[in-house]
Each structure stands twice: as C-alpha cells, then as structure tokens.
C-alpha cells in the first residue's frame, strides 16, 4: 500500500520548506549583517533603524502588494518575493557603502510585502481544507524558528573560520535562498491559486435559499473587522517584542550571565519551540484557540515577574523558557484568527490577511523603542513592569475580541 500525500499537504510542506530554508538563509545575513555595519562605521542608533527598516519597508507595501496577489496570484506573487528576497544576500556582499545597506533592507521588506500575505493565505486555504488551520501555522512558525537557530550558529562559525570575510559569509546565504525559490517553483500547485474562486463544489452548489440564508448569517452576525483583530496584534506584538533584541543585555548586564551562558539559552529555546509549537497547533485546532490565543499575554506576564524576581542563570532561563512558549502559542491560534477573518471574502484574502498583519509589524518596531526608552530613562524594573501591564490590556482584550469572533462564526 503506498501512501499518498494530497495537493494541500503538499503545498503546507512546501511552505515549511520555504520557511526553514528562508530563515536560514537570512538568520545568517541577520547575524553578520550588524556586525557588518559596525565595521563600516554606524552608530549603534544607525544599526537599529538598518535592522528596523525592512519590517517598516513591508508595512508600508503589504496592503498594496496583497491586493496584487489577488488578482495576479497567490503563487505567482510568492515566487516574485522569494526571488527577489534571494538576491539580498548577492547585494549585500558587493556593498562597501553604508547607504548601499539602507538600500538593500528596504528592497529586503519590500520582497516580504510580496511574499507573506500569499504565503499566510496558502497555509490558512490549505489547513481549512484538512481541519488544522492552527497546526499548518504551528508547524510553518517551528520550521523558521529552527531555521533561524541554525541560520544564527552557521553564521557565527562562518565568520570565526574566515577571519570575518563578510562578502563570503553572505554568498553562502546566497546560495542557501536559492533552495526556497525552487521548492515553491516546483513544488506549490498551480491549481491552489483557485482558492482565490472561493469555496468548494458543496458551496458553489448551494441552494439559493441556503445562499439567503448564509447572507442574512452574515448581516446579523458580521465576522470582527480586521483592524479590530490587527489591533490585538499590535499589543501582542509590542509586549512580546519588548525584549526581542535586548535579551542579550538583560541576561549579562542585568542578570550576570556570561556570553557562553547567553548561547545556551538561545539554544534552549529552539527545542522549547520545536515542541510546544505543534502542541499548541493541535489544542488551538481540538481544543481552545481562545485559551490558546491568551498564554502568550500570560507568557510575558509571567517571564517579566521572573525576571525581576531572579536575576539569575535560573530565573533567567525559566524567564525565557516561558517567553519562548507564549511565542510558540501565539502564533498558531494567531493563524487560526486571520484565517476566520479572511474567509468572509475569499476574493481579497490576501488583502484582508495583511491587514490583520499590519499591528503584528507594527509592534515589532515599537516595542524595542519602547522598551529601549523606558529602560533607559528609569530603569529595567520599570520597563518590565510596564511589559506587564501591557499584557494584562492584551489579555482584556483577547477576552472581548474572542467573544466577537464566536459570535461571527457560524
């Protein structure tokens, strides 16, 4: 007997692939890149924006680039991304200027702004078909967080064994974005890009009655606005946020940690994510999204007690650990939600997925400002104990905006 994968697994491995090896590829150009441009002469200020800047490059172009993905096609607009994306790394090891880095970041957002709403829209068209919305997200966020883990080590091995030779530490990552191209060119059905049609022949055969009666569902019990959903989002990611690129100072000014002991942490968390990830896929899809949806506030509530409470090897890592699981939850039942808001109309579901995305990008340029600021001007006791308040807001309104989503649906 032979075991047969259908089209829709096919296209969510595929899109793991994609992720594993995209994140690779730029975890190694994220892990030089600063480094590069501390040797051209920036600012630690400068870097910043230079590390920034592609995330607010894809913020600006993702409700224009989604629309054309609905037209033009969800694959087609993928392949353009991913193509364009691969050839960042080729820029950067040609550059020696630093407004030729500014540059290339922003062509750097401006190929995400292509790539992620199609590729979110793909993953939520295809798990809706086999039940597993959250856990097609799950698995999509484990293959990048461990692509990333590894992107990160190849990188710094890379650089140590070359005498820091950036040009060639950025050929490698290269050659490595080659492979996500070719697995979507090769292995993403054509025919997934009928989703865009809506539905299936169960839907197109509806009745007209059952069509009037699907319309007037919709009038009286209308699915919650994007921007309401996008603005969870933006609290989500802000206080998650809030530590992403200081952690490193608060486990080895804050908590004594040394750098050998700050790697072993980051190591940790690969695995914490590589298995809480599909567990949480499969209760957010079985059990709870709502529940789901929630640890990620109660994640950084906790972690920011934690970390204030011991300011240690120990207290740090059980501080860390509890981040990486709230991450890990959150991005499953976040998927599972833009999936339930974009079915409404599935002609523009690209576009309406990027909406929904916009709050999730924008916390992730506000929060380590924030966190940098409140750090600081009063001290790291403060900025966690704001963190905290951040996610008990967050955590309300996850309450009433999932109330509203059980309302919508049918």
Same mark, same amino acid.
């Given at each position: 007997?032979?075991?047969?994968? @259908?089209?829709?697994?096919?296209?969510?491995?595929?899109?793991?692939?994609?992720?594993?090896? $995209?994140?690779?590829?730029?975890?190694?150009?994220?892990?030089? =890149?600063?480094?590069?441009?501390?040797?051209?002469?920036?600012?630690?200020?400068?870097?910043? =924006?230079?590390?920034?800047?592609?995330?607010?490059? $894809?913020?600006?172009?993702?409700?224009?680039? &989604?629309?054309?993905?609905?037209?033009?096609?969800?694959?087609?607009?993928?392949? $353009?991304?991913?193509?364009?994306?691969? =050839?960042?790394?080729?820029?950067?090891?040609?550059?020696?200027?630093?407004?030729?880095?500014?540059?290339?970041?922003?062509?750097?957002?401006? #190929?995400?702004?292509?790539?992620? !709403? !199609?590729?979110?829209?793909?993953?939520?068209?295809?798990?809706?078909?086999?039940?597993?919305?959250?856990?097609?997200?799950?698995?999509?966020?484990?293959?990048?967080?461990?692509?990333? #883990?590894?992107?990160?080590?190849?990188?710094?091995?890379? =650089?140590?064994? %070359? $005498?820091?030779?950036?040009?060639?530490?950025?050929?490698? &990552?290269?050659?490595?974005?080659?492979? !996500?191209?070719?697995?979507?060119? +090769?292995?993403?059905?054509?025919?997934?890009?009928?989703?865009?049609?809506? @539905?299936?022949?169960?839907?197109?055969?509806?009745?007209?009655?059952?069509?009037?009666?699907?319309?007037?569902?919709?009038?009286? +019990?209308?699915?919650?606005?994007?921007?309401?959903?996008? @603005?969870?989002?933006?609290?989500?990611?802000?206080?998650?946020?809030?530590?992403?690129?200081?952690?490193?100072?608060?486990?080895?000014?804050?908590?004594?940690?040394?750098?050998?002991?700050?790697?072993?942490?980051?190591?940790?968390? %690969?695995?914490?994510?590589?298995?809480? @990830?599909?567990?949480?896929?499969?209760?957010?899809?079985?059990?709870?999204?709502?529940?789901?949806?929630?640890?990620?506030?109660?994640?950084?509530?906790?972690?920011?007690?934690?970390?204030?409470?011991?300011?240690?090897?120990?207290?740090?890592?059980?501080? +860390?650990?509890?981040?990486?699981?709230?991450?890990?939850?959150?991005? !499953? &039942?976040?998927?599972?939600?833009?999936?339930?808001?974009?079915?409404?109309?599935?002609?523009?579901?690209?576009?309406?997925?990027?909406? %929904?995305?916009?709050?999730?990008?924008?916390?992730?340029?506000?929060?380590?400002?924030?966190?940098?600021?409140?750090?600081?001007?009063?001290?790291?006791?403060?900025?966690?104990?704001? +963190?905290?308040?951040?996610?008990?807001?967050?955590?309300?309104?996850?309450?009433?905006?999932?109330?509203?989503?059980?309302?919508?649906?049918?």
């Amino acid at each position: 007997m032979k075991f047969k994968l @259908g089209s829709d697994s096919i296209a969510i491995l595929t899109m793991m692939g994609e992720g594993f090896f $995209a994140r690779l590829s730029f975890s190694v150009v994220g892990f030089a =890149l600063p480094l590069y441009a501390r040797s051209l002469g920036l600012t630690l200020s400068e870097i910043g =924006l230079l590390i920034s800047l592609n995330v607010a490059v $894809a913020m600006a172009l993702k409700p224009v680039m &989604a629309r054309n993905a609905d037209r033009s096609g969800w694959r087609r607009s993928i392949l $353009a991304g991913v193509g364009i994306r691969g =050839l960042v790394p080729l820029l950067l090891a040609f550059s020696s200027l630093p407004w030729q880095l500014f540059g290339i970041r922003a062509v750097h957002g401006m #190929s995400e702004a292509m790539r992620d !709403p !199609p590729v979110n829209t793909l993953l939520a068209v295809h798990g809706e078909k086999r039940n597993a919305v959250a856990s097609a997200f799950a698995w999509y966020a484990t293959a990048r967080s461990v692509g990333a #883990s590894l992107g990160h080590a190849v990188s710094g091995v890379l =650089l140590t064994l %070359t $005498a820091s030779n950036f040009s060639l530490v950025f050929i490698v &990552a290269f050659g490595l974005s080659a492979v !996500p191209l070719a697995l979507v060119a +090769r292995c993403v059905p054509r025919d997934s890009e009928r989703a865009q049609a809506g @539905g299936n022949k169960t839907e197109t055969a509806a009745t007209p009655a059952a069509q009037d009666e699907t319309a007037s569902s919709a009038v009286t +019990r209308p699915p919650p606005k994007a921007f309401a959903v996008a @603005g969870l989002g933006l609290f989500m990611s802000t206080t998650a946020q809030m530590l992403h690129g200081l952690f490193p100072i608060l486990a080895t000014e804050y908590g004594g940690l040394s750098a050998a002991e700050t790697g072993i942490l980051y190591a940790l968390s %690969t695995f914490v994510v590589l298995f809480a @990830g599909p567990l949480f896929g499969w209760l957010s899809d079985r059990v709870s999204r709502d529940v789901v949806l929630m640890v990620r506030g109660g994640a950084n509530i906790v972690s920011s007690g934690v970390y204030l409470a011991a300011p240690n090897f120990p207290g740090i890592a059980v501080g +860390r650990c509890v981040d990486d699981m709230g991450k890990a939850a959150f991005r !499953p &039942a976040w998927g599972a939600m833009m999936a339930l808001v974009s079915a409404s109309d599935s002609k523009r579901r690209a576009t309406t997925i990027s909406i %929904t995305s916009l709050g999730q990008d924008a916390g992730e340029i506000i929060g380590p400002v924030l966190a940098g600021l409140l750090w600081n001007t009063w001290g790291i006791a403060v900025m966690l104990g704001v +963190r905290i308040f951040l996610a008990v807001v967050t955590e309300c309104y996850a309450l009433i905006l999932g109330r509203k989503v059980h309302a919508a649906e049918p």
